[in-house]
T-cell receptor, first 113, second 113 residues
């Protein structure tokens, strides 16, 4: 089906710790998996994205891990900082299609100083 | 500055009074989309457009209308708003480049009483 299930709903991490957010999908036609970051009062902004031809993508402290067989992907934030406190949304899409995204329900991350 | 501009930012209206939320982008993007954001439900797509005069329903289109007469504008119309349409609305646009993703507006918080 079209759902993308995201967990946890909220997450509290100490400064310097690792934040992990997980997503799962069912539609095997999805082939593009972006993560968006949203600060209070702002619209979401693209953080990092992955295609299923790779199992991991890293950009700075942010890493996406992708498990095609399990239909799961996750966001890892290494050395989490208070400035990372935001809501994170995973999404799935068919890259060559209508550019329609299915978003997860969001994870509110709070990093304690 | 490249941006998606939504107006108004805040709106309180009464049930049944037609309203329009405007959205304009200055990036010459082909793709535009409207989302609503509700606690615990994440971002849900209302309508999207792949080009001028080409629109299609998203996941929650009931009670909404859109039009795309010009490439830069994609207004969201609520013909007869109801309280269950109280939400935070985002307009977004994209060129289709996956590494850039969608650019979101700052949101419109709508309250229907």
């Amino acid at each position: 089906q079209q759902q993308v299930k995201q967990s946890p709903q909220s997450l509290i991490v100490q400064k310097g710790g690792i934040s992990i957010i997980n997503c799962a999908y069912e539609n095997t036609a999805f082939d593009y998996f972006p993560w968006y970051q949203q600060f209070p009062g702002k619209g979401p902004a693209l953080l990092i994205a992955i295609r299923p031809d790779v199992s991991e993508k890293k950009e700075g402290r942010f890493t996406i891990s992708f498990n095609k067989s399990a239909k799961q992907f996750s966001l890892h934030i290494m050395d989490s900082q208070p400035g990372d406190s935001a809501t994170y949304f995973c999404a799935a899409s068919i890259a060559s299609g209508t550019y329609k995204y299915i978003f997860g329900t969001g994870t509110r991350l709070k990093v304690l100083a | 500055e490249a941006q998606v501009t939504q107006n108004p930012r805040y709106l309180i209206t009464v049930t049944g009074k037609k309203l329009t939320v405007t959205c304009s982008q200055n990036m010459n993007h082909e793709y535009m989309s409207w989302y609503r954001q509700d606690p615990g439900l994440g971002l849900r797509q209302i309508y999207y457009s792949m080009n001028v005069e080409v629109t299609d329903k998203g996941d929650v289109p009931e009670g909404y209308k859109v039009s795309r007469k010009e490439k830069r504008n994609f207004p969201l119309i609520l013909e007869s708003p109801s309280p269950n349409q109280t939400s935070l609305y985002f307009c977004a646009s994209s060129s289709g480049q996956l590494d850039i993703g969608y650019t979101f507006g700052s949101g419109t918080r709508l309250t229907v009483v």
